[in-house]
């Protein structure tokens, strides 16, 4: 099994940057697809990013297009974000699947963009 832990998210004003990390650990062989979500209450889960193992390829949410760049570099993940907006405040997680599309989570960070 993947563990995962996420940092770097706080509190940040409108127009401001913030740089999530995270760290996987376990057995990260198995890691087929690797990518953050997020999280607003009474909201369904939202992709922000996710990258295939095999192929490299980055997807993004329409919400982090042109905005959030995401990079992984061995065992960890990271999420640059930039000109924050307040929507997009919430719990940001790190994900990672293994070729059965069994997912494994973080604990979450908190964003909270302030108008």
């Known amino acids: 099994q993947v563990q995962l832990v996420e940092s770097g998210g706080g509190l940040v004003q409108t127009g401001g940057s913030l740089r999530l990390s995270c760290e996987a650990s376990?057995?990260?062989?198995?890691?087929?697809?690797m990518g953050w979500y997020r999280q607003i209450p009474g909201k369904q889960r939202e992709l922000v990013a996710r990258?295939?193992?095999?192929?490299?390829k980055i997807n993004y949410g329409d919400s982090a297009k042109g905005r959030f760049t995401m990079v992984r570099e061995k065992n960890m993940l990271f999420l640059q974000m930039d000109s924050l907006k307040p929507e997009d405040t919430a719990v940001y997680l790190c994900g990672a699947s293994d070729s059965g599309g069994s997912w494994n989570w973080g604990q979450g960070t908190q964003v909270t963009v302030s108008s």
């Open positions: 376990g057995d990260i062989s198995s890691i087929s697809a």
């Open positions: 990258t295939l193992r095999l192929s490299g």
